[in-house]
Nanobody, 123 residues
Framework: VQLQASGGGLVLAGGSLRLSCADS????????VGWFRQAPGKEREFVAT????????YYADSVKGRFTITRDNAKNEVYLQMNMLKPGDTAVYYC?????????????????WGQGTQLTVSS
């Protein structure tokens, strides 16, 4: 597996957690990277994306102001800092590499996906 998402777990509502996405093949430093999530019984949805240098970020309205996406190209890692977590954030979180340097909300623009990490937020 090229992209490895980690950092998920069980957290209380209002808490914080940071997810990491590591690129074992060191191939995404020139690509945008996105985070998506899939809750039980729901379609996978866009969460956040960051451009190749980290200068442009976009968020789903549902996480704006609570989640922050960053990257460290020297370490080939992308992070998702999640604050003020809600039970509705419970999902499997996936990171994905975009085909281009600037990210989008469209899943079809991403051609390499990690295996996902589970986040459970309890009330």
């Amino acid at each position: 597996v090229q992209l490895q998402a980690s950092g998920g777990g069980l957290v209380l509502a209002g808490g914080s957690l940071r997810l990491s996405c590591a690129d074992s093949r060191r191939t995404f430093s020139n690509n945008a990277v996105g985070w998506f999530r899939q809750a039980p019984g729901k379609e996978r949805e866009f969460v956040a994306t960051i451009s190749w240098r980290g200068g442009d970020t976009y968020y789903a309205d549902s996480v704006k102001g609570r989640f922050t996406i960053t990257r460290d190209n020297a370490k080939n890692e992308v992070y998702l800092q999640m604050n003020m977590l809600k039970p509705g954030d419970t999902a499997v979180y996936y990171c994905a590499r975009s085909r281009s340097s600037y990210g989008s909300r469209r899943q079809s623009d991403y051609n390499s996906w990690g295996q996902g990490t589970q986040l459970t937020v309890s009330s």
